[in-house]
């Protein structure tokens, strides 16, 4: 990440200097999310586990990485702020990490709070503190983000839910009656085509046909928070790929989603299906961040507070790579989200060296758009420009990046020694 000899000293430095927090790192990335003027922003949230390649008895400070396991390293949950609708990448809304100690492991009936399954409820309230209160919020997970508590808490300071659900629960209406029984017992409402995009190793990219169930229903609290809690009115929606679509040797999608927006119509069960897709777009971010891209499990880092800084700017890269990759068909981010006052001024002056006489090899997008930078980047990636050429991918970008580092530090040097001449 130093892109050279000279970056690589300074960033070990960075990563050293006790007085540089990996908290006040996180900070920066979040300072652009007080600017967001959308009218609805999904926080998709989601957990991955980094266990260190090179592990020795140097890295005593980290955790264990599961239960009955000799490795070591550290979880990371992060938390994406993307526009609902344009399905933009704004950036990084809230990053928590943490490693697993020896200690008793917390019981069913602990609060939420002693529990690590707290990430799930505190992590989209601390995003929504930093977007604007006229933006609307919908926190976005999986299935490990089934946790009554969530459903409870959330919408009342301001985040709705849309969730896939993992616990067969009781009803309020139907006694006797569990969740996914009685959401299969329900009739067939419609068929939509969904694109799907691929996840390397799960499931091929394709264009799903889905059944849809979808409706009202309320569940019961689970035992631990009873007589307090009391039951919840929710949304479900079911998508069950028909098998036409599904690819040989896959199992076809099916998901049952819960959510705190009201689905009463074919419409409404479509929307939750597209903003539970863009779950896509977190699934990429650790892929870049592990082998396909920064390797950050292969780090030789001793120190856990010094991994920790790693971490938070590994993330920022790998935000600001997939938010390139988004853009290279257009977006409707600005070049100014992105990138700072000096880079976008280094960006225009590179822009005139790598395009060509020719219109097809010439940047197509306005100059005030974060995909004129995007295909600045690709092209300092090794890209050509070329319409039959494949598209930039994260590596491309990643790589554009880095060598972005650095013609923009020498030419922040020029300018400096320009300003030094004395006439």
């Keep these: 990440m130093g892109a050279n000899r000279a970056g690589e000293v300074r960033f ?7 007085r540089v927090p990996a908290q006040g790192l996180a900070e920066g990335f979040y300072q652009g999310l007080s600017e967001i003027h959308a009218a609805h922003v999904l926080l998709l949230q989601d957990s991955s586990t980094f266990t260190l390649s090179k592990y020795s008895s140097k890295h005593a400070d980290f955790g264990r990485t599961s239960a009955g396991q000799k490795g070591r390293g550290f979880h990371l949950h992060p938390t994406l702020a993307v526009d609902a609708e344009q399905e933009d990448l704004y950036g990084l809304a809230h990053l928590h990490w943490w490693t697993r100690s020896t200690r008793q492991p917390s019981q069913k009936e602990d609060p939420i709070e002693q529990k690590e399954s707290y990430r799930w409820l505190a992590s989209p309230l601390r995003a929504r503190q930093r977007i604007p209160a006229s933006v609307k919020t919908t926190m976005v997970a999986d299935r490990e983000s089934d946790i009554y508590e969530l459903f409870e808490r959330l919408p009342p300071q301001g985040v709705e839910v849309l969730l896939r659900a993992a616990q067969d629960r009781k009803l309020a209406f139907a006694q006797g009656e569990r969740l996914f029984h009685w959401i299969s017992e329900q009739p067939l409402q419609g068929q939509v085509d969904l694109i799907l995009p691929a996840i390397p190793g799960k499931r091929q990219a394709r264009q799903a046909k889905l059944q849809l169930r979808f409706g009202r229903l309320s569940i019961l609290p689970p035992g631990r928070l009873q007589p307090q809690s009391q039951p919840i009115d929710l949304y479900f929606v079911e998508a069950l790929e028909s098998a036409e679509s599904v690819p040989a040797k896959e199992q ?18 479509q929307v939750c299906l597209r903003w539970y897709r863009q779950r896509w777009q977190i699934e990429q971010l650790f892929r870049t961040l592990k082998k396909q891209g920064l390797r950050l499990e292969s780090s030789q880092l001793e120190s856990r507070e010094s991994f920790e800084k790693l971490t ?63 295909w600045i980047i690709a092209r300092l990636g090794g890209w050509k420009g070329h319409a039959r050429e494949r598209k930039a991918g994260p590596i491309t970008m990643f790589h554009g990046l880095q060598r972005f580092e650095q013609l923009s530090e020498g030419f922040q040097l020029a300018q400096q020694q320009k300003d030094l001449c004395i006439p």
């Design 12 to 18: 070990g430095r960075l990563l050293k200097n006790p």
């Design 252 to 269: 076809p999608v099916h998901w049952r989603l819960l959510t705190t927006h009201c689905v009463q119509d074919l419409q409404q069960a």
């Design 312 to 374: 938070v700017l590994a993330v920022g890269v790998s935000v600001r790579t997939l938010q390139l990759v988004q853009a290279r068909e257009g977006s409707q981010l600005r070049v100014g989200q992105v990138f700072s006052v000096k880079e976008v001024e280094v960006l225009r002056v590179l822009s005139t060296t790598l395009e060509g006489r020719t219109k097809q090899q010439q940047n197509p997008h306005q100059g005030s758009s974060l995909a004129w930078a995007a």
